[in-house]
């Protein structure tokens, strides 16, 4: 049964952070490229951020280079987003997602709310 676990979000004053994590199981975690998504109420979901099956690579949405970080560590299965200096814009539901070819596994997303 494939699995994605997202935890980490909450309540955060402009400016602070947050690291948030997904659990994979149920896959060969290693195999896939993983993908940060986030949706804001009433807007698209967007791609926030994008690291390859080994972590080569990464890309990032430009509202949030050089704030945010996307890493993995395939030996515990997780996929983790560090979020420096954050905007209230930045409030929304956060996504994990697990994309190899056609295949796409999503979680049931964690809440980030930036304010004052």
């Known amino acids: 049964q494939v699995q994605l676990v997202e935890s980490g979000g909450g309540l955060v004053q402009p400016g602070g952070s947050l690291r948030l994590s997904c659990a994979a199981s149920?896959?060969?975690?290693?195999?896939?490229?993983m993908r940060w998504y986030r949706q804001a109420p009433e807007k698209e979901r967007e791609l926030v951020a994008a690291i390859t099956t080994f972590g080569i690579g990464t890309n990032y949405a430009d509202s949030v280079k050089g704030r945010f970080t996307i890493s993995r560590d395939n030996a515990k299965n997780a996929v983790y987003l560090q979020m420096n200096s954050l905007k209230p814009e930045d409030t929304a539901v956060y996504y994990c997602?697990?994309?190899?070819?056609?295949?796409?596994?999503w979680g049931q997303g964690t809440q980030v709310t930036v304010s004052s």
């Open positions: 997602s697990a994309v190899r070819f056609q295949n796409a596994y």
């Open positions: 149920g896959f060969t975690f290693s195999s896939y490229a």
